[in-house]
């Protein structure tokens, strides 16, 4: 058996020279900006072309045993992904269900819901369109949203990838400042339940940090007043951390931002006019937000990364669609250009065909 894993032809040796180039070019790409949606790109060609070449390996190796079981294990993650792509509509309208229990009926709420039922009644519609609609136009109205879906869905697969790397990041105990983002008051002056976790794991890496190094970071909670708040969020986020035995000393409350972006800025602001220079800073907030928050927080300037504070599950996929439709807006004018086209593309392929 050992013979036959090594007796590989060289070929086989050589195609490893390709999910090689992908994986250093995704970590040189990661290593210099983590918060850059192309690197998702990257490390899926990494991934795939590893996969790939691992497959045609061990088929070289010729040993039964291992092929067989590398096929039962592929065929077996087959059927689970399909189950599951069969099964999405269901799992959504699920989740909307157990979120709209749970949680207020807000429109950001019921995501999961709307795009359950589009799933649903999707094909009902092509199949409208294609017995009631003269052909050529029920061929735009099939193949046009087709490959609008095919591309959301690829950047929406990219962003995913990306999420979860970054739920990676690790940053060294050495921090200079930490922000901590704000989320909304209960009752115009109670921090909630969402609020207070990102303020526990800022307060769980300021005690780590000062056990290990013996130097505290500046907590920087950052948040304005917003219509139905007595207080502004920086200033109630501060209190309940001191509450909880943090240092007067080390705790600043922001007390202007009503973005995330204005999070970055309004913070940015406070640690440069205290002087401080090249800092070292990581923002705190939930984890299904890090990867966004970073795009921002790199928009304004920002040179910090963020670790994330644990979310209920049921929550996720909601605000995980949330954050993606708000990354995709914010890019809205190439997404409009790239959807013209594709509108371009589908109109020429109609008229070649019928033509």
Do not use: C
């Amino acid at each position: 058996m050992q013979n036959e894993l090594f007796n590989i032809p060289p070929v086989y040796y050589l195609g490893w020279l390709i999910p090689l180039f992908f994986g250093i070019v995704f970590s040189i790409s990661y290593g210099i900006e983590k918060r850059r949606l192309g690197n998702g790109i990257w490390f899926s060609l990494f991934f795939y072309s590893f996969l790939t070449v691992l497959a045609m390996t061990i088929l070289g190796t010729n040993n039964k045993w291992l092929i067989v079981i590398s096929i039962a294990l592929f065929v077996i993650l087959l059927m689970l992904i399909g189950v599951a792509f069969a099964l999405q509509a269901f799992l959504l309208l699920w989740n909307a269900w157990i979120v709209w229990k749970r949680e207020s009926h807000t429109l950001a709420n019921m995501l999961t819901l709307f795009l359950g039922i589009a799933i649903l009644i999707a094909p009902f519609v092509t199949r409208l369109t294609t017995l009631y609609l003269p052909v050529p136009v029920a061929s735009v109205l099939n193949l046009f949203p087709a490959m609008v879906i095919f591309y959301v869905f690829f950047w929406f697969y990219n962003y995913l990838t990306m999420l979860f790397i970054y739920q990676f990041n690790h940053p060294r105990y050495k921090q200079d400042y930490l922000i901590v983002l704000g989320a909304g008051l209960l009752n115009g002056d109670e921090v909630s339940p969402l609020l207070g976790q990102r303020i526990d794991r800022a307060l769980r890496f300021y005690h780590k940090q000062v056990k290990k190094t013996g130097r505290a970071p500046v907590i920087i909670f950052s948040g304005g007043q917003g219509g139905d708040e007595t207080v502004p969020e920086g200033v109630a986020m501060r209190q309940y951390a001191l509450n909880r035995g943090l240092p007067a000393a080390d705790a600043i409350a922001e007390d202007r931002s009503k973005t995330t972006y204005e999070n970055m800025v309004f913070s940015k602001q406070i640690i440069d006019d205290r002087g401080a220079v090249k800092p070292r800073v990581t923002f705190v907030t939930n984890g299904y937000h890090t990867f966004r928050a970073g795009m921002i927080a790199r928009k304004a300037g920002l040179n910090a990364n963020g670790i994330g504070a644990h979310t209920a599950k049921f929550f996720l996929p909601n605000a995980i669609l949330r954050e993606y439709i708000a990354i995709f807006v914010g890019n809205k004018r190439w997404h409009a250009v790239a959807i013209v086209l594709m509108l371009l593309l589908t109109l020429v392929l109609t008229w070649a065909e019928y033509h």
